[in-house]
């Protein structure tokens, strides 16, 4: 148990539907991430949240939509995705203070068909 | 942004220490190195870090160099439930502890 719950874990698509993916986290965090790991590729970062305000967008299409209603809720909102944004999609936590480590959950298991 | 370098793979007899090292000799005098492992299909788990000190806890050792230019991960006795990736991280402070992830090196622990 890592304390930040990621849900589905695992989710398939067609490329036309509309899903969200949800994370929570109860750790007391005040910045929220999202990731994406594409097989056989390092962890990309593509949205850090500080203090329920997006702080960084790193090019990500606007197919990938972002939500952060409150401290320990982040929303990836998903519409028309391509068949290439298949990946695990992660959800990460922490205390934007000089030295605290971030907290993982273990991801939503993507699949664009 | 301090960048790290990291073998792509290492090999461990279970039972024994796995020594995971990692080249950081860009690091600033106020950049801490952190280490995280990735086992098959989970989320990324923190397991240490450091800024100059040599570092201990209930799952491993972390020795930096005088220098700082570099470091090691220690696992003292290395189980199959270690085999991971593991990530050796300088986060970029002042875009708020940012942690962007190389490569890192895949531990196979072996019987």
């Known amino acids: 148990e890592t304390g930040v719950t990621q849900t589905p874990r695992h989710l398939v698509m067609g490329m036309t539907n509309k899903k969200s993916l949800k994370c929570e986290q109860h750790?007391?965090?005040?910045?929220m991430y999202w990731y994406k790991q594409s097989a056989k590729k390092p962890l990309e970062l593509m949205f850090v949240?500080?203090?329920?305000?997006?702080?960084e967008n790193n090019s990500v299409p606007s197919r990938f939509s972002p939500e952060c209603p409150n401290s320990s809720h982040l929303f990836l909102h998903l519409h028309t995705l391509q068949p290439e944004d298949s990946a695990l999609y992660l959800c990460a936590s922490g205390d934007r203070s000089y030295n605290s480590p971030l907290h993982f959950g273990n991801g939503t298991r993507l699949t664009v068909t | 942004d301090a960048k790290t370098t990291q073998p792509p793979s290492m090999d461990c007899a279970e039972g024994r220490a796995a020594n995971l090292p990692c080249n950081h000799s860009?690091?600033?005098?106020?950049?801490?190195v952190y280490w995280y492992r990735q086992i098959h299909s989970q989320g990324p788990q923190y397991i240490i870090h450091g800024l100059k000190n040599n570092e201990t806890n209930e799952m491993a050792s972390l020795i930096i160099t005088e220098d700082r230019k570099s470091s090691t991960l220690i696992l003292p006795h290395a189980t199959l439930r270690d085999t991971a990736v593991y990530y050796c991280?300088?986060?970029?402070?002042?875009?708020?502890?940012?942690?962007?992830f190389g490569q890192g090196t895949e531990l196979s622990v072996k019987p």
């Open positions: 949240y500080s203090l329920e305000e997006r702080v």
């Open positions: 860009t690091i600033s005098g106020n950049e801490y």
């Open positions: 750790l007391g965090h005040n910045a």
């Open positions: 991280i300088v986060p970029i402070y002042n875009q708020g502890g940012k942690l962007i």
